[in-house]
């Protein structure tokens, strides 16, 4: 199974300022055709997890463009540019290149 | 707009069969990977399976002894079955639905259900 590892595992953040999640995972997540699969979920309080990005960098429908994601290979990142009330809740990362989909741990936005 | 709708029981007793079934309205349901989650407090998001439309299904090994997906297209319909279940099978169950990319199905979870609370108590 691929292992994904995030941090940190809490992050207070203030309105207006940016955020920055890592997610890291045991093997590389490039896949033959170039992609690397690697998305990332936000779960607001109370809710069922929601897409954010996909495949590294593409954000779902309705995500603002605050929200941003790169890396390759075992090593990614998402950016939230400029924090605002509503993003706080817990974000994971899931690989997609294995049938077995495995996911990070989880890290909690809060505001400060 | 795709919405997934998820029903059934949720207080099971040690040995009983946990059952779900997920309802798939305002989208196809062709050609997409259709996949329950749990999660529990302990162990976090865990993968349990997923099956296509034509019924080809892939298992979370750890579970595979016990569980089976199976499809009905005809009512857009997908269900979860646990079989002997214990305590740790307490979770919140999610069904979800994958994603096209460039034309490619692929397994990103794009649509979520509401999530079940199942409860294993004697």
């Known amino acids: 199974d691929i292992v994904m590892t995030q941090s940190p595992l809490s992050l207070p953040v203030t309105p207006g300022e940016p955020a920055s999640i890592s997610c890291r995972s045991n093997q590389s997540l490039l896949h033959d055709n170039g992609y690397n699969y690697l998305d990332w979920y936000l779960q607001k309080p109370g809710q069922s997890p929601q897409l954010l990005i996909y495949m590294v960098s593409n954000r779902a429908s309705g995500v603002p463009d605050r929200f941003s994601g790169s890396g390759s290979g075992t090593d990614f990142t998402l950016k939230i540019s400029r924090v605002e009330a509503e993003d706080v809740g817990v974000y994971y990362c899931?690989?997609?290149?294995?049938?077995?989909?495995?996911f990070g741990g989880g890290t909690k936005v809060e505001i400060k | 707009q795709v919405q997934l709708q998820q029903w059934g029981a949720g207080l099971l007793k040690p040995s009983e069969t946990l059952s779900l079934t997920c309802g798939v309205y305002?989208?196809?349901?062709?050609?997409?990977?259709w996949t329950w989650i749990r999660q529990t407090p302990g162990k976090g998001l865990e993968w349990i399976g997923e099956?296509?439309?034509?019924?080809?299904?892939n298992y979370n090994p750890s579970l595979k002894s016990r569980v089976t997906l199976s499809v009905d297209t005809s009512k857009s319909q997908f269900s979860l079955k646990l079989r002997s279940v214990t305590a740790a099978d307490t979770a919140v169950y999610y069904c979800?639905?994958?994603?096209?990319?460039?034309?490619?199905?692929?397994?990103?979870?794009?649509?979520w259900g509401q999530g079940t609370l199942v409860i294993v108590s004697s």
């Open positions: 899931m690989q997609g290149l294995q049938t077995l989909l495995t």
């Open positions: 305002g989208g196809s349901f062709s050609n997409y990977y």
């Open positions: 099956i296509n439309d034509s019924g080809s299904a």
């Open positions: 979800a639905r994958g994603g096209t990319f460039y034309g490619v199905v692929l397994k990103f979870l794009q649509h």
